[in-house]
């Protein structure tokens, strides 16, 4: 019996993903629709300037777009709000009970909302049973920025095997990150511009959160020190960066290599239809990866490492890449409400509805 | 009296730059083009598949190209030669008493061979005192890869004002860059390549000898550890380059940007036609520099930085922005030349061959 | 039971769009990879430069690719060769007794040789009779140049309803259609090229042909003039069309748009697997179609077309748009292999070898 | 002496190539920079987001801007407004004695109002004479769309030789053309938009105005019919434009390249500083014209014209480059103005005001 999703910010950019890697989930069936005051009423197909290169699911398109108010028909919502009204509505609907898996960033460094990648930290969704809603049985789970999923997903590994002590990241960033319109194509086309604000401070504060502990007082930050970069270049799709790494315990690069391909995460085994079969997969041509070939590898949930090769300045450096709009984003979060179902933090809302 | 210029490889995506920008020079007066056997006896217009933005320079158009054989009526010889070629043909017109300013990468690491930028190592021209070319008067002077430029032109006021103790660098390198046909148009558009080759290992040699001492015995080498990542990304002309330092002395972010703004070289005052007033400009506004808006500032010769701020990793970093078809290659050959001729090294060789 | 597929050029851009597309197919099974020796021997993961936003397809990788020899283990042949070589190995296989469904140009305008759009001239297939590859049972078909398709879609059902008196056509091509390496980035990069080798005369050449009439005598081309006027622009795949159309019986541009989007074609209930369940969708939103919103439109195999609007000189005029590599080339064929299927034209080679 | 100009909406994007070309114009110096409330009172430094590849003159760039207020110390104004304010404001001017040379399309088809391109129809300047702005002295003149213009050059000789009786344009045209934001980089990465608001119908109208006869009763519209196909392409300066022409009286291919390529035009012979010395050039390379090789020719002032070839449908036709923000708007408007001091009908106004 599938779950019936509601998704917030229904219209923009990452709305869209969620709906278009949403049809045919096995799990998730979309039931309402919400976006701001001015799309409400509309039908779904003349509310949203469809922005994708696949065309909008058929059944999506007659839908009407409702407000924003926690009368949703659903179990669960997935919101892709901008961060500028993100944080009073989600907050909103976690009051009024439903769990909110959110791509905002309003929430992500709140102490008790857990920053989840399924791969990396599941045990994070732990810090639910901290919040509290009023009781409503409501809570708030979020996936980190889409420069950060990358690049944590290749640190991982290398932190269980070696410890990592310091990052230092210089981003190559898609388009479809800034959402639409985004980036004027004067300032895109054959051009890079070496600022995306506030993306610097995102991962590093957002890496040393998802590889932090989970402790009785909620998550120890990690404490390996991060310095990134942030660039936008004339990519459509996928974020490429190049990682350099101090390792606590020196490893050569092979061995990097080898941990990373190797690396199978906690979801090995436990089917969730999302996740990749391999999480990061480490290319040996120095040619590869390449936004426009890999970033749509396994559906674009699996993060591309290459060019593994000795730093003689910080001991180890490798580039990855990572679809921002698919794992960095929808994607990401989709994967999280499997993770939470196979956890039994979902519920058919009908029945808790019933039972209150 | 203006000096006779002949350009070695003419018919290249290098050649077609020196013609450019030679066009109009004060000093300089192209009266040979020399390329390959294919191209030789024809006229400049038809041999050369011109692809700049600005039109081919008007007299040269009719100028028959020769072969790269020795008898080029000139003073001295620009190399825009390919390397496969280049050792051969500049060594033959060195030993026939040329004076070769070349750009291509076979003899930048002899250790007799100047590599020079002229703001950076003015004085390492004296390596042409150790230079036999079966005593011709010819020599070999060389200006360092279109990657390497930028990078050294902005570490070479923190290597004094600080000193240099590692460098990490990560590349976003322009098409023209790798010449014509260069990168097919599948693999560059919407794309970013994570790797060009030999260009890693070249930055960071070449960077050792650049901003080494002049001694007795030669160059000694910087110490200061390099590590570089190149990319290529879908931008026309200029690299930019994402640069992290760790200096000797530390120094704050503001004052690594005010050495930089305010390093003046030791050109100032000298009159090259081709020196820009302010070898390396620094932005505040943290969107700059871009390289479609400032790849040809000060005509291409002048180094943009940005975003100087600390690095957690190794103290401070920066952006940086130089034009790489100019200031890292033909441009630069041709200040080396005004260099060598305010030094006294370049003569008008009928006189030469006169005395000869 | 599904025929043996063999793919001649299986390692050029047309052959891994073959290989791509094939991969799941309910029909067609590939058995042999064929390309030139210099790829004879490799596995296929090493011979292919593989060049798709796709992975390449598990099962094809290990492959050992074989020579263009006539002693291929399959059914039948895709041919992606290139016209240089095509010409005699097509004939080859086609002696040999394999049906060759070729992508190439050289056997289109042969008289004897179908020159096929499922959608649009099935029966031109019967020209299959005509062939004499010395009683091999082997034969040739082909579909026509990526730039014609397209066009040729959107004109069938005008031509059946108004009759066409004059076509006037424009084209905005991708440059995945000058294959790989293809057009060299600094040509491509923020530029427009007017000219495509050849494309405007196989424009006019094949859409007479296509929209012609079989008699006993061959083809007889349709009466309708055409011109074309060809560019390359800086997109990845799908070639736009701008075509302007002098009817025989006038008509307005709603009837144009209605002729067209409910034009069903001669596939409609045949349930081939890779026929789009509408050939031509006609938008009504002027900003549409685009190259990378709709290329992709039913896997690639729709034809999109969009403002539909009266022409003050030549009648009505309208925007067409076909994705290059799957329509317009490797998807093409295979529709005709499905088309000849349905029709009886092939068997199972095994018999048929038997038999023999 | 030379005269003072304002700039009216000197912020936006044709504003700032105003302050681009005006810098070491011979005859016009910028002496008041105007714009939107939001700007007056700043720094033009500050108030402009230069946009541009060439950096802001240094001059400019301390300058405060002030309102678009009737007084402005110049002798006339350029307007590069927006076409939402330009009606209102650039009457004012007129009727507070200011000459107005504007971009904006306004006032463009005014009976009363030249619309002008100095090559092809100076004498509509007389137009002016039919104005009436109270007595004030004032006027206004517009240059034509940035996609009309270069069609009108190219056509402009074949109307003189051959007369036109249709024509039937395709264009493909530049990003700056929609100003800055303008498109989004979404919808022009690797994307054609095949639509472009208006533009179809402004090309169609200026076309016959500017082509049309002076008379005693204002300008008589060529009889021409014109149709126009507008589509946005990733090219950053250039439309290019795919014409096909349907002569009065027929001529050869040869014949109508050598009559735009000879075209001398009525400036031929006066010195104006920004007047290309060859109007329209035709390529016989049939690669040529390009957007990126091509648009700055003469200083982006020149039409560049390739690919002149019969037409089996209309009878010829040819691709035609030129420069968006030069000829086809900023440059266009200048060279209006130094037809109009030519023709003596700018004075300087400080004499004007003391007359008065």
């Not at 800034?178 to 194509?185: I, K, L, T």
């Not at 120095?286 to 674009?300: I, L, M, V």
Request: aromatic share 6%; proline share 6%; with cysteine.
């Amino acid at each position: 019996m599938s779950f019936r999703v509601g998704i917030l910010g229904a219209t923009g950019a990452v709305g869209q993903t969620f709906v278009e890697l949403l049809d045919g989930h096995p799990l998730f069936e979309i039931t309402a629709l919400a976006a701001s005051e001015r799309s409400a009423g509309k039908p779904y197909r003349e509310a949203a300037n469809w922005i994708g290169g696949i065309e909008m699911p058929e059944n999506v398109g007659d839908m009407i777009v409702q407000a924003c108010e926690t009368n949703l028909k659903c179990d669960f919502v997935f919101s892709g709000l901008d961060a500028g009204v993100a944080g009073e509505i989600e907050g909103a609907f976690a009051r009024a009970g439903y769990p909110v898996i959110s791509n905002a960033r309003n929430y992500r460094m709140e102490p008790d909302v857990p920053l989840l990648i399924p791969e990396v930290n599941p045990g994070h969704s732990a810090l639910i049973d901290r919040q509290d809603w009023g009781g409503s049985g409501g809570f708030i789970v979020t996936n980190p920025n889409c420069s950060t999923v990358g690049l944590v997903m290749a640190l991982k590994p290398l932190h269980d095997a070696f410890g990592i002590d310091a990052v230092h990241v210089v981003t190559m960033q898609a388009l479809s990150g800034a959402g639409y319109p985004g980036v004027p194509s004067l300032d895109s086309l054959a051009n890079v511009v070496p600022h995306i604000g506030g993306e610097e401070a995102k991962m590093a504060a957002e890496t040393g959160k998802l590889l932090g502990a989970l402790t009785d007082d909620g998550i120890e930050m990690a404490d390996a020190t991060i310095s990134a970069q942030c660039n936008r270049v004339p990519v459509l799709d996928g974020h490429m960066e190049c990682v350099s790494v101090r390792l606590k315990k020196p490893a050569t690069a092979e061995e990097v290599a080898r941990v990373m391909d190797s690396f199978e995460g906690p979801l090995a085994g436990m089917g969730l239809p999302t996740a990749p079969s391999q999480p990061v997969r480490v290319f040996t041509d120095e040619r590869f990866p390449q936004p426009r070939r890999h970033a749509r590898a396994a559906g674009g949930m699996q993060v591309s490492v290459g060019k593994v090769q000795d730093c003689p300045v910080l001991g180890v450096k490798f580039v990855v890449l990572s679809h921002n709009t698919i794992r960095g984003a929808a994607g990401g979060a989709i994967l999280n409400a499997e993770l939470l179902n196979a956890q039994g933090r979902l519920v058919h809302r009908t029945e808790a509805v019933v039972a209150a």
